[in-house]
């Protein structure tokens, strides 16, 4: 794996935790760290022996570990951003954002304290959002006089409606934990001692499953939530029918019907 200025990574067990960690900026994403973001997917792809992504913040300059997940975009970086550099840096981030949405392992989103602007953006691109009981999740851009420019706008109306997203957005108001799980934004909420616990037990209960069915899964969701419902039902049943000639199909079933634990090995 390639070297990292802001980024840690840790591969155990086939779950690679990827800590973003900029302890003087609250994590907040700049240029350096998207284009890292971008190695560390692209490179953690093409392992085999890596099945679920854990992507979370790391502590900050006074090693609380519980500030912040991400707190944003880098401010300091944007704030004499040209409209074609603002431009450019919204397309920046969205290539390792569409990395976390689209690539074949699962990725979980374990948020430890602040989510803002680029921070919310980021963990809604992760299939599993999981929070400790301390974090907040907001997207403040309108109150900078801008807009969410890493897919909040889009991705946010998707998760918890057009009404809520608009609400958010147009507020700037920040939203606690249980209120995001409320409004289905994140999945779990969890004492904040317990968050990588649970985010790592709920990898191991994915990885315990059939890998690469759980992969064609998530391409069949994503690439069918924006067709019609008569395409994507017939997209799925040629999704079926490529997994029904697999291994781990007869391995599965063969166990099943033997009444033993299945060897599920295909990725």
Same mark, same amino acid.
């Given at each position: 794996m ?7 990574? *840790?591969?155990e067990?086939e779950i690679? %935790?990827l800590?973003i ?5 609250l994590n907040a994403?700049?240029?350096? &760290?998207?284009d890292e973001l971008? &190695? +560390?997917?692209t490179?953690?792809?093409g392992?085999?022996?890596? $099945?679920?992504?854990?992507? &979370?913040?790391?502590p900050?300059k006074?090693d609380?570990a519980f500030k912040s997940?991400?707190a944003?975009?880098d401010i #300091?970086e944007? %704030?004499n951003f040209? +409209? ?6 919204g397309?920046r ?6 990395k976390?949405?689209?690539m074949?392992?699962v &990725?979980?989103?374990a948020?430890?304290?602040f989510a803002?602007g680029?921070?919310?953006e980021i ?7 999981? #929070?400790s009981?301390?974090a907040?999740?907001?997207q403040p851009?309108?109150?900078l006089?801008?807009i969410?420019?890493?897919g909040g706008?889009q991705?946010?109306?998707?998760l ?5 997203a $608009?609400?958010m957005?147009?507020t700037?108001?920040?939203i *606690?934990? @249980?209120?995001?799980?409320?409004i289905g ?5 969890v004492?904040?001692?317990e968050l990588?616990e649970?985010a $790592?037990a709920m990898? +191991?209960?994915?990885?315990?499953k059939g890998s690469? +069915?759980?992969?064609v899964a998530?391409a069949?969701?994503?690439n069918g939530?924006?067709m019609?419902? $008569? @395409?994507? %039902?017939e997209m799925?049943?040629?999704l079926?029918? %490529?997994?029904?000639d697999?291994h781990?199909?007869?391995e599965?079933m063969? #166990? ?6 299945a ?5």
């Amino acid at each position: 794996m390639s070297e990292f200025n802001n980024l840690k990574l *840790d591969v155990e067990n086939e779950i690679a %935790v990827l800590t973003i960690s900029r302890p003087a900026a609250l994590n907040a994403l700049n240029s350096e &760290t998207l284009d890292e973001l971008n &190695t +560390a997917l692209t490179e953690i792809e093409g392992r085999d022996d890596i $099945k679920v992504v854990i992507l &979370t913040g790391g502590p900050d300059k006074k090693d609380n570990a519980f500030k912040s997940f991400v707190a944003g975009a880098d401010i #300091a970086e944007m %704030v004499n951003f040209t +409209a074609p550099e603002a431009r450019a840096f919204g397309i920046r981030a969205s290539v390792p954002f569409f990395k976390l949405m689209n690539m074949r392992q699962v &990725t979980i989103a374990a948020v430890n304290g602040f989510a803002l602007g680029g921070g919310c953006e980021i963990a809604m691109a992760c299939d599993i959002r999981i #929070a400790s009981d301390n974090a907040i999740f907001g997207q403040p851009e309108c109150g900078l006089g801008i807009i969410p420019g890493f897919g909040g706008t889009q991705r946010l109306a998707r998760l918890v409606g057009m009404g809520r997203a $608009k609400e958010m957005i147009f507020t700037c108001d920040n939203i *606690d934990a @249980n209120e995001a799980y409320r409004i289905g934004l994140v999945n779990k909420v969890v004492a904040k001692e317990e968050l990588m616990e649970t985010a $790592k037990a709920m990898a +191991a209960k994915i990885i315990s499953k059939g890998s690469y +069915a759980v992969s064609v899964a998530k391409a069949a969701i994503n690439n069918g939530y924006d067709m019609d419902i $008569k @395409n994507a %039902v017939e997209m799925e049943a040629n999704l079926f029918g %490529v997994v029904n000639d697999t291994h781990d199909k007869k391995e599965g079933m063969g #166990a099943f019907l033997e009444k033993r634990k299945a060897d599920l090995t295909d990725f």
